[in-house]
C-alpha cells in the first residue's frame, strides 16, 4: 500500500499563505484521486481538496479560491497552496488516496499529517 508524508506545515499569521507538500512511496501515476484532508482533535477528518490523475479539481466550499492543489507524477507529490488562512483552519492536514470524486472515500493508509497554525 501506498504510505504518504506530509510536510510544509507551520505557524502563519492570519491572512497568510503556507504550501505544503505530500510525497508518495511510489509512483502516482496509476492513482486516480489524490486529495488533501485535514482534522482537528474532536472532530471528523474534513476533505478540502481533490485533484484527478487528468488534473480535474475539486474544493470545499470554504476553500474555494483560496487554496490550490497540484500534483506532480514526475516527483511523486501533491502540494496545497493555501492562501488567506485563516484561524479556524488550524489543524493537521493529511494527503490521501481517494476512490474518486464526490463522494468518494480515502483508500489508502494515513501518514503522520502535518501541522498548521493560524495565529496572530
Known amino acids: 500500500q501506498v504510505q504518504f508524508v506530509e510536510s510544509g506545515g507551520g505557524l502563519v499569521q492570519p491572512g497568510g499563505s503556507l504550501t505544503l507538500s505530500c510525497t508518495a512511496s511510489?509512483?502516482?501515476?496509476?492513482?486516480?484521486?489524490m486529495a488533501w484532508y485535514r482534522q482537528t482533535p474532536g472532530e471528523p477528518r474534513e476533505l478540502v481538496a481533490s485533484?484527478?490523475?487528468?488534473?480535474?479539481?475539486d474544493y470545499a466550499d470554504s476553500v474555494k479560491g483560496r487554496f490550490t492543489i497540484s500534483r506532480d507524477s514526475a516527483k511523486n507529490t501533491i502540494c496545497l497552496q493555501m492562501n488567506s488562512l485563516k484561524p479556524e483552519e488550524t489543524s493537521a492536514y493529511y494527503c490521501?488516496?481517494?476512490?474518486?470524486?464526490?463522494?468518494?472515500?480515502?483508500?489508502?493508509?494515513w501518514g503522520h499529517g502535518t501541522q498548521v497554525a493560524v495565529a496572530a
Open positions: 490521501n488516496e481517494r476512490s474518486g470524486l464526490g463522494s468518494g472515500s480515502p483508500t489508502g493508509s
Open positions: 511510489e509512483t502516482i501515476r496509476s492513482l486516480y484521486v
Open positions: 485533484i484527478t490523475r487528468f488534473g480535474i479539481t
